[in-house]
């Protein structure tokens, strides 16, 4: 198999949602006036697509400031961290199960509806965690709010984002479409990061507990999660799959082919995200606050630099992934970056240690956006929240059990353990990645060799 043309080699064109898009992906090549590489980069985009960026950054920017405070906020009550990694973990449990919920209804019960009930839902998980201390109750908030505490956004949302931009954009655009679309989270989780200062500010400006300003702090994040919801109220009609489309299936031998390469990618990603579980943003940050004294200002800033380095990445990922293959992009930098982050626990000093988490952060989400297009390149368009949902699926499952084994390893074994397994994981994934789907190209690719 290779592509989408050999996925879905007799299935007309007329049968799925944006016929032109699927055109494009039998094709699998630009057409003489489409736009360079220049062009590419700035062209603006659709008005669907501004929408979901902007929904997208607000709920992005709030989880960049949890996972910077939310294990410092909970220990500060009294929990350990073993307690705090497995509200992380329920947290991480709850996503998994709302992508799949959105994996099999969202595409039925409309797509705009579904994102804006996924905003109020986040809305009330940052509430929840500043009304009780009790453990087992925070535990049943993190799971029904979906709480995230790994720093990154990755969760139902954003599955079914993913699913609706490329239909925004022809096939030679895919990339460009999620690498923005990545860029935006990230400058999120950036300026989510450095917001991480903002208890302390409170504590020495309003007078508050550092108790007190971690809770208006997160009363904050529900804010911009229930804000998160007016942009979808804005997207069109055409973000929706037909009727006709949904009850309209492909060949049943290709459509199995489709489906088998997907669960193959759903399970490789699966141990990678188990290796990202061991890594959550609130872990390292825990790591730095006991191993090198880091302030809670200082983390701030540590984590807006990582971020930055995310967003920057993502259009370099764009650019490399046309010139050596998405698979190759993927591969090629995933793998050095668990490399540097294995290093950092060996340096004598913090600022070192702060170094090569950022070499690390440099390149670690190149693989988002060439991963996503990829995904998305092997199926037709009334597929795609299936093949979102499953891989994002398995991806959040990973990152569900990493963080209570993680806190138990921080505690009972090593502080920097999970540096050492989170790394390894994701050096394996990396090499059976590359040794399953290095001949398997996305149609631009083929055609373009």
């Excluded at 989170?422 to 631009?444: C, N, Q, W």
Aim: glycine share 10%; aromatic share 8%.
């Amino acid at each position: 198999m290779e592509g989408a043309q050999a996925v879905y080699p007799d299935r007309p064109a007329t049968e799925a949602v944006g016929s032109s898009l699927e055109k494009e992906l039998r094709s699998g090549s630009r057409s003489p006036g489409a736009p360079r590489f220049a062009s590419t980069i700035f062209r603006v985009p659709a008005r669907d697509a501004s929408l979901i960026y902007a929904a997208a950054f607000l709920r992005s920017a709030a989880v960049g400031l949890v996972g910077v405070i939310l294990a410092i906020a909970l220990t500060d009550i009294g929990l350990s961290v073993a307690t705090t990694g497995l509200i992380i973990g329920a947290g991480l449990c709850g996503i998994a199960a709302m992508t799949a919920a959105v994996t099999l209804a969202a595409d039925r019960l409309g797509r705009r509806r579904t994102l804006a009930g996924l905003a109020v839902l986040t809305a009330f998980g940052y509430l929840a965690v500043v009304s009780t201390t009790r453990p087992a109750l925070l535990l049943a908030a993190a799971f029904a709010g979906m709480l995230n505490g790994m720093g990154r956004d990755r969760g139902p949302a954003g599955a079914l984002e993913q699913a609706i931009l490329p239909e925004t954009a022809d096939a030679g655009q895919r990339t460009w479409v999620l690498a923005w679309y990545n860029l935006v989270l990230d400058a999120g989780h950036a300026l989510g990061g450095l917001a991480g200062i903002i208890p302390t500010l409170l504590v020495s400006h309003a007078g508050l507990s550092l108790p007190g300003a971690h809770r208006w702090t997160f009363a904050m994040c529900a804010g911009c999660a229930a804000i998160s919801g007016v942009p979808y109220a804005l997207l069109s009609d055409r973000v929706e799959v037909a009727t006709a489309a949904l009850t309209t299936p492909p060949a049943p031998a290709a459509d199995d082919t489709g489906r088998r390469a997907v669960r193959k990618l759903a399970l490789l990603f699966g141990i990678d995200s188990l290796g990202g579980g061991f890594l959550s943003s609130a872990l390292i940050a825990y790591w730095f606050f006991q191993r090198y004294g880091f302030s809670e200002q200082q983390l701030a800033v540590l984590f807006f630099a990582a971020r930055a380095l995310n967003a920057a990445s993502h259009v370099a990922a764009a650019w490399m992934a046309r010139r050596i293959g998405l698979v190759n992009t993927m591969v090629l930098t995933h793998l050095p970056s668990s490399l540097l982050l294995m290093a950092a626990p060996a340096a004598p000093s913090g600022a070192l240690a702060a170094a090569l988490f950022l070499g690390r952060e440099s390149l670690v989400e190149m693989d988002v956006p060439t991963r996503q297009s990829y995904v998305l390149a092997i199926v037709p368009p009334n597929r795609r929240t299936y093949a979102s949902g499953v891989t994002n699926l398995t991806r959040t499952i990973g990152w569900a059990v990493g963080p209570p084994i993680a806190g138990a390893v921080m505690q009972y074994v090593a502080l920097a353990a999970p540096l050492f397994i989170g790394g390894t994981m994701k050096i394996a994934y990396d090499v059976l990645l590359y040794r399953s789907f290095r001949h398997l190209r996305p149609p631009e690719e083929r055609t373009a060799r």
